[in-house]
């Protein structure tokens, strides 16, 4: 039993207790009859008490009972976790996707199924000299993802038992290292990250299967990307095409204050496509942390660092994670309401002054690390941000810039002109970008760095050239200009827009990425060299190069022999008009 106390004032989801002597910030306090989970985030000298709390406090009464556990926010970490749906407490969500109807009540636990048994292969024997980040054996999952049981951080010594091959719940232990009793589920605080032996500057891309983003404004793993964004622009599709198609081995997905039907219908998705790497479903390996906006929107707060809590798990046994969170916006705004009710002094727009360093504290936990155990682990953070208004100068999209390594500007124009995915080639970057160039110049696309610049000299170069077009007309340009514009939208068109309904674009593989844009950019330096020869421009204008943008989705997601083919008949075509 903890330490008790007694309610003395209810404030919305903030509750003060009498009675709590030798709580400790950030320990976990348990109220009322219904035994509602809260944090303590204000301990007085008297003795009270300020406790946020994670559900509706509707009903809680002056003089209601308190029990502090003794402890901080903590998760439960274990094989359920893949292809589970929990809320922002990692308490699993029963009833599929009936508990996203606003006032469905939700059945929650502290873990996973304790009736639910697990294969276990143990991989030490009794005797062996073990140190933390040891790997005591597996446990196989459907998603194809080995689940390894690993010596907790900072525990090493003798393996005094380990359990035989076979079936085990998961709270059965499975070995014992010393006197401490091991079993498949481990308890981690969600504020503390998870220690590793050395972070890494290794460099290698995460492949998301969007030409726009693999092209122009690549991410490594272990690196962070700031999606930002107004009402209508696209995020959530984007971010669902990455959970589907980007090469990482364990997604976690937390839908942060965002819609539930949205959450719903990509859940369905999830369910329904195919995973390349099994054939069974994309869910199995991707983990769902649901705080949709009918939700305790204190708990929205703690969802974030419970989805990273999750991936740092996932990453310590060596795998690559990829967290996306729909939307940090949301999460800022139950910052901004949390200290509206205990009092501190607003800062810019209402935040808490507080923000700057909350915002870079989550990112700074993104990383490729060489772990515990001496394994490779990453995990990549990509965060979407929501600015009301699309006011791009707002605090949360201000802050979060200064934080990430690339930024993947969403348009409201090129949205509303059906280019998708609509990512600004004007505000977006990566810092990134070179040392991919290195990576995939040692992969063998010599080329790829080279071709990156040219494109974003072509684009840029078109945006400087369409506000003339408007004042003159483009008859007006001299030949070489025209032919710069009509390439850039062949860029546009044929390259960095891409479906997600089509079985042939949805995704598509860095070799057809590459391609294509060798594709366009050959055919920009052949038109240069027509018009160079005295051919007229506006017999280039004329020529039908429709086959250039349809080239991406008449031939398959990794077909680079395809989009070759295309590039030498439109380039033989080209020449016919000489």
């Known amino acids: 039993m903890g330490v008790t106390g007694r309610v003395a004032r209810v404030n919305g989801p903030l509750v003060e207790i009498d009675g709590l002597e030798g709580t400790a910030m950030l320990d976990v306090v348990e109220v009322g009859p219904l035994h509602i989970p809260a944090e303590a985030v204000s301990v007085s000298r008297d003795g009270r008490v300020v406790v946020q709390a994670y559900e509706y406090t509707g009903g809680l009464a002056v003089g209601d009972g308190a029990e502090a556990l003794g402890g901080p926010l903590s998760a439960n970490l274990g094989p359920h976790l893949l292809g589970g749906i929990f809320d922002g407490l990692l308490r699993p969500l029963g009833g599929a996707a009936a508990w996203l109807a606003p006032g469905t009540l939700r059945e929650s636990g502290r873990g996973g199924d304790p009736r639910r048994r697990w294969h276990f292969t143990p991989a030490v024997a009794s005797g062996d000299e073990v140190t933390h980040g040891t790997v005591l054996g597996v446990v196989g999952t459907q998603g194809g993802i080995e689940y390894r049981v690993l010596v907790p951080p900072g525990l090493s010594g003798r393996v005094e038992r380990v359990r035989d091959e076979g079936e085990v719940s998961e709270s059965d232990e499975v070995a014992a290292v010393g006197d401490r009793r091991i079993s498949l589920v481990e308890s981690w605080p969600v504020r503390l990250p998870r220690p590793v032996a050395e972070r890494l500057s290794d460099t290698e891309p995460l492949v998301t299967g969007q030409r726009v983003v693999d092209l122009l404004f690549p991410v490594a793993k272990g690196s962070s990307v700031a999606v930002p964004g107004g009402f209508g622009t696209g995020k959530t599709v984007l971010l669902q095409q990455i959970v589907k ?26 369910a329904v496509l195919e995973d390349p790497r099994t054939g069974r479903s994309l869910l199995e390996r991707t983990v769902v942390i649901a705080n949709t906006s009918n939700m305790p929107v204190m708990a929205r707060e703690a969802s974030i660092y419970t989805g990273m809590t999750v991936a740092e798990h996932f990453r310590d046994m060596g795998y690559d994670c990829v967290l996306l969170a729909d939307s940090t916006s949301r999460w800022a705004e139950a910052l901004r309401e949390f200290s509206s009710r205990s009092g501190e002094l607003p800062a810019e727009e209402g935040y808490p002054a507080s923000l700057s360093s909350a915002i870079a504290a989550f990112y700074e936990r993104a990383g490729i690390v060489l772990t515990l155990g001496g394994g490779r682990g990453s995990v990549t953070v990509i965060g979407a941000v929501s600015p009301a208004g699309g006011d791009m100068t707002e605090p949360v999209t201000a802050h979060t810039e200064r934080f990430v390594r690339c930024l993947w ?36 696309r010599v080329d790829w760095a080279a071709d990156r610049t040219r494109a974003l000299a072509l684009l ?37 827009q891409q ?14 990425q590459a391609a294509l844009l060798g594709l366009v950019l050959a055919v920009h ?52 008009l000489r």
């Open 245 to 270: 198609w980007c090469n990482a081995d364990v997604i976690v997905f937390v839908g942060c204050g965002e819609r539930g039907n949205e959450l719903a219908d990509a859940l369905s998705e999830l």
């Open 409 to 444: 500007s969403l348009d409201r124009d090129l949205a509303y002109a059906r280019h998708y995915p609509a990512i600004s080639w004007r505000r977006s970057f990566s810092r990134d970008a070179e040392a991919i160039g290195a990576f995939e110049g040692a992969e063998g």
């Open 460 to 496: 840029a170069e078109a945006d400087r050239l369409a506000p003339i077009v408007e004042l003159v007309g483009l008859a007006a340009l001299p030949a070489p200009e025209r032919v710069r514009l009509l390439s850039a939208r062949l860029l546009r068109e044929g390259v960095l």
């Open 499 to 512: 479906s997600a309904l089509s079985q042939n674009d949805a995704a598509c593989a860095p070799d057809k």
């Open 525 to 576: 330096e052949r038109c240069l060299e027509l018009v160079q020869a005295g051919v007229p421009i506006h017999t280039i204008e004329e020529a039908d190069l429709s086959a250039v943008v349809r080239a991406r989705n008449d031939v398959g997601p990794d077909d680079e022999a395809g989009v070759t083919e295309r590039r030498e008949e439109i380039l033989a075509m080209l020449d016919g």
